[in-house]
């Protein structure tokens, strides 16, 4: 599990960074619905970037990511249950 996490952590900090560079080059999300929908009509792979369709494959990798974290303190002995129900709460 904690190799998952670290390739979790690596993943997601690719798509940081992919997202800041799509960020600069290709500009935000776009203001109003009608400015979408002629995004999407003229180039629909730039219109789905644009709206950040990337988060929908990578938020997942979010929970891989606190399960190797779990597992790493696991084996650490540095995390009990009740701690990380404490923790899951807040979440």
Do not use: C, H, K
Request: proline content about 3%.
């Amino acid at each position: 599990m904690t190799r998952a996490g670290a390739i979790a952590s690596f993943l997601l900090f690719g798509y940081s960074t992919v997202t800041a560079i799509l960020l600069l080059v290709i500009g935000g999300a776009p203001e109003t619905a009608s400015e979408v929908f002629a995004l999407l009509q003229r180039r629909p792979f730039v219109g789905r970037l644009r709206l950040d369709v990337l988060a929908v494959v990578f938020m997942p990798m979010y929970y891989v990511l606190t399960l190797g974290l779990w597992a790493a303190l696991q084996r650490t002995n540095r995390v009990s249950t009740r701690s990380l129900a404490v923790w899951w709460s807040f979440v």
